[in-house]
């Protein structure tokens, strides 16, 4: 009996945390077809977001997502073996990144020595915070939350709303003092400075720019110059994927692959 498994993964293509990972794919240069290929196989199902409803569901065409579950979602079937999942993009990220190792060739997206792979777990730890107070802020503010928010627009409170934007703008302000020397001094494509190109750090912080100028209409680094040098000089990188592409992914499914531009 064979012993190897096997993987798959839920991606609402568009949404904030599972783009996370099609900026991976992408960087790694880890096709659709290649996954499946792979050692062990990975299969993508996509899951569609309901323009009407806002109701996230999986083509009658794929396995359903699992009970219980948030996007994106990792399952690892062993034989014999009671089903493993992966529930946090950033967790699931370092789990591909076991597979996809420098061993077999891959660029390491946590980072090419010591001090990148540091300052790239410190960029995505003060970002987790920074996208909590922003989401806190938007739940208070904004009406286009109220179908997901579970607060009601009654329940809003202003003070948390400025409390939270505030505190969302001091950690940027915090990152920025991080990040000033490599971003304008010495002009790395990555936030985490020199060695790779590209990190998690930088899938994490485009991630929350796009996803809240394309759904929001706002600038999620508002006021803050050094971050916005940074996101329009990689907005042209080869992983940054568009909203037209990750919208056909979610219509289409991965099965006829991906832009690799």
Same mark, same amino acid.
């Given at each position: 009996?064979?012993?190897?498994?096997?993987?798959?993964?839920?991606?609402?293509?568009?949404?904030?945390?599972?783009?996370?990972?099609?900026?991976?794919?992408?960087?790694?240069?880890?096709?659709? !077809? $290649? #996954?499946?290929?792979?050692?062990?196989?990975?299969? *993508?199902?996509?899951?569609? @977001?309901? %323009? &009407? =409803?806002?109701?996230?569901?999986?083509?009658?065409?794929?396995?359903?997502?699992?009970?219980?579950?948030?996007?994106?979602?990792?399952?690892?079937?062993?034989?014999?073996?009671?089903?493993?999942?992966?529930?946090?993009?950033?967790?699931?990220?370092?789990?591909?990144?076991?597979?996809?190792?420098?061993?077999?060739?891959?660029?390491?997206?946590?980072?090419?020595?010591?001090?990148?792979?540091?300052?790239?777990?410190?960029?995505? !730890? $003060? #970002?987790?915070?920074?996208?909590?107070?922003?989401? *806190?802020?938007?739940?208070? @503010?904004? %009406? &286009? =939350?109220?179908?997901?928010?579970?607060?009601?627009?009654?329940?809003?409170?202003?003070?948390?709303?400025?409390?939270?934007?505030?505190?969302?703008?001091?950690?940027?302000?915090?990152?920025?003092?991080?990040?000033?020397?490599?971003?304008?001094?010495?002009?790395?494509?990555?936030?985490?400075?020199?060695?790779?190109?590209?990190?998690?750090?930088?899938?994490?912080?485009?991630?929350?720019?796009?996803?809240?100028?394309?759904?929001?209409?706002?600038?999620?680094?508002?006021?803050?110059?050094?971050?916005?040098?940074?996101?329009?000089?990689?907005?042209?990188?080869?992983?940054?994927?568009?909203?037209?592409?990750?919208?056909?992914?979610?219509?289409?499914?991965?099965?006829?692959?991906?832009?690799?531009?």
């Amino acid at each position: 009996m064979s012993t190897t498994p096997k993987i798959t993964i839920w991606l609402w293509p568009s949404g904030l945390f599972p783009r996370r990972i099609l900026y991976y794919l992408r960087a790694k240069s880890l096709t659709p !077809s $290649l #996954l499946l290929s792979s050692s062990p196989p990975i299969h *993508l199902i996509p899951v569609l @977001s309901n %323009p &009407s =409803t806002g109701n996230l569901a999986v083509s009658p065409a794929h396995e359903p997502r699992p009970l219980n579950t948030t996007l994106p979602c990792l399952r690892v079937q062993t034989p014999a073996k009671p089903d493993f999942f992966i529930y946090e993009s950033n967790a699931i990220l370092e789990y591909l990144e076991e597979i996809f190792s420098t061993e077999k060739g891959y660029v390491d997206v946590r980072g090419s020595n010591p001090e990148q792979r540091a300052r790239s777990r410190d960029i995505v !730890s $003060l #970002l987790a915070d920074a996208t909590l107070a922003y989401g *806190l802020y938007l739940m208070n @503010s904004d %009406p &286009s =939350t109220l179908s997901w928010s579970g607060i009601a627009q009654s329940d809003w409170s202003a003070q948390t709303a400025a409390h939270a934007r505030k505190r969302h703008s001091f950690l940027l302000s915090r990152l920025e003092e991080w990040v000033e020397e490599d971003v304008v001094g010495k002009r790395c494509l990555s936030l985490a400075g020199e060695g790779t190109n590209v990190t998690i750090a930088d899938f994490v912080l485009m991630a929350c720019v796009v996803y809240n100028e394309e759904n929001y209409g706002k600038d999620w680094v508002e006021d803050h110059g050094i971050l916005r040098i940074w996101v329009e000089r990689v907005k042209g990188e080869g992983w940054c994927v568009g909203k037209e592409e990750l919208r056909r992914l979610e219509m289409e499914g991965f099965e006829g692959g991906y832009k690799m531009s």
